[in-house]
Nanobody, 127 residues
């Protein structure tokens, strides 16, 4: 079964850090652009970060610049999202998604056209 599985979410205090993981099973992430998206309560889903298939290009939404770092480990078939200096407004369900695009050199934070989606991991930032 081809799937993406997110993990690493949880309850954290403001100012804390989390590392989210997006692991693929049934297929290799090589050749896929990976995006992280989040949906806060009562809000539309937004793109927070993406990384090209070889990791040469990354992109971040305004909310994550300077605090989020996306990376990928081909050996582990996993993409990570490191989130530092967490804020209450970072609360939401974080999803990863993959799109087959081995040749593109830059990724954009759009959720249309993704081939696979995970079910999400909940991040709650609260005292």
């Amino acid at each position: 079964q081809l799937q993406l599985v997110e993990s690493g979410g949880g309850l954290v205090q403001p100012g804390g850090s989390l590392r989210l993981s997006c692991a693929a099973s049934g297929f290799t992430l090589n050749g896929y652009v990976i995006g992280w998206f989040r949906q806060a309560p009562g809000k539309e889903r937004e793109g927070v970060s993406c990384i090209t298939s070889r990791g040469g290009n990354t992109n971040y939404g305004d909310s994550g610049k300077g605090r989020f770092t996306i990376s990928r480990d081909s050996a582990k078939n996993t993409v990570y999202l490191q989130i530092n200096s967490l804020k209450p407004e970072d609360t939401g369900i974080y999803y990863c998604a993959a799109r087959r695009a081995p040749l593109i050199r830059a990724c954009v934070l759009k959720d249309n056209g993704m081939d696979y989606w995970g079910k999400g991991t909940l991040v709650t930032v609260s005292t």
